[in-house]
């Protein structure tokens, strides 16, 4: 954990009706100082729309050699690499090499859009690299040190409930062509 970081507390409730699955995730989850809260908050959709028993968050930003999240089979292979934003070729290339399966989450619009745009076509050679962009305007407002998420996932769309507020969130996945 980076000096500064400061350490969120979350109990997240998935219910995810399209792969049947139904836990809830007592969460530690540390905020480098440089991460907003828009990004704390999309680490925490990028779990629920993937979580398992096995899927980790890593240190996030600051952890070099490290995804966003992370599923490890009992051997220790990472099976799911997952990173957010817009990810340099060179680390999707290392990615792609060390996981069976890698999954980028873009966010802002504007600047995924442009990122797509000059390295999307080069991106199709990565056969295990999926890149979905998730529209989620108005997560941030649901941040806090303390939080208690409900996740609902249907139809691919994510719905994010607290104390705070509802978010709906729904996946782009992006492809050479669009």
Request: aromatic share 8%.
């Amino acid at each position: 954990m980076a000096a500064g970081s400061t350490v969120y507390k979350v109990q997240l409730t998935i219910s995810d009706t399209d792969r049947h699955y139904y836990e809830t995730h007592e969460i530690t989850i540390a905020q480098h100082p440089s991460e907003t809260d828009e990004r704390l908050m999309i680490r925490l959709a990028a779990f629920a729309l993937n979580a398992t028993d096995r899927l980790i968050i890593t240190k996030g930003i600051g952890g070099e050699d490290e995804p966003d999240l992370w599923e490890k089979n009992y051997g220790g292979e990472i099976e799911l690499w997952i990173d957010l934003g817009q990810v340099d070729e060179k680390r999707l290339r290392k990615a792609c090499g060390r996981s069976e399966r890698v999954r980028v989450y873009t966010y802002n619009t504007k600047s995924a859009t442009a990122w797509w745009r000059q390295y999307g076509a080069s991106f199709a050679r990565f056969k295990n690299l999926t890149v979905i962009h998730l529209n989620s305007e108005g997560i941030e407002k649901l941040c806090e040190r303390s939080m208690r998420l409900q996740c609902t996932i249907s139809d691919g769309e994510l719905s994010m409930h607290s104390e705070r507020g509802d978010v709906e969130i729904t996946q782009t996945r992006m492809t050479p062509e669009g």
